[in-house]
């Protein structure tokens, strides 16, 4: 997937993107599609987030993010994943040759986040986080996975943990995975 082959959409740019510069990470471009009613931070928020996750990869990188329904979640994570049910996020990074630079002043495809807010609603009331928190911690995970950061074995879900709560504390959220202390698989 390239970074706009989910994120088509008949909207102006200037409704539908949005530039946020953030302390260290430059600027990230989000290109934003809504594609359920459901409530979603604003663009700047998800911005925010996904740049300082990024940190300096961020510097004239577009990211773009689909908000979908449970049916497209469920299609889509079948299809790329092989698992038959809605998730909360996917992430789809950019092919490495729509990521090579070719201008100082040209922002280029990082990837594109799809997210399914009825999920993200369903698990921050069973995790009893705040939707705002849930939200940014998974705009946090998702941009991470399109920088390369991983959970398939107990090593790097560790880095990405650390790295998701050093991040989520510098935007002044609290540990998400706190909440699954003491629950037992």
């Not at 990074?93 to 922002?107: C, E, N, Q, R, V």
């Not at 399914?116 to 911690?137: G, N, S, Y």
């Not at 879900?157 to 003491?182: C, D, H």
Request: hydrophobic content about 40%.
């Amino acid at each position: 997937m390239t970074s706009r082959g989910l994120a088509q959409t008949a909207r102006p740019a200037a409704q539908r993107s949005g530039r946020i510069r953030t302390g260290s990470s430059g600027a990230v471009h989000v290109d934003l599609q809504k594609r359920v009613r459901a409530w979603a931070p604003r663009r700047a928020d998800i911005a925010s987030w996904a740049g300082e996750a990024l940190g300096r990869r961020a510097a004239n990188r577009e990211v773009s993010v689909r908000l979908v329904g449970r049916a497209e979640s469920r299609k889509l994570n079948a299809h790329y994943r092989g698992k038959d049910y809605a998730t909360n996020v996917l992430s789809f990074p950019a092919l490495p040759a729509a990521i090579a630079p070719k201008s100082s002043d040209a922002t280029q495809p990082l990837g594109d986040l799809v997210i399914c807010p009825p999920v993200l609603r369903v698990e921050a009331r069973e995790q009893r986080k705040t939707l705002r928190a849930h939200w940014a911690h998974l705009v946090v995970h998702g941009s991470l996975h399109l920088i390369g950061y991983d959970h398939e074995d107990d090593a790097d879900a560790q880095r990405m943990e650390r790295r998701e709560i050093a991040v989520l504390r510098k935007l002044g959220f609290t540990n998400p995975y706190r909440w699954s202390e003491g629950i037992e698989d």
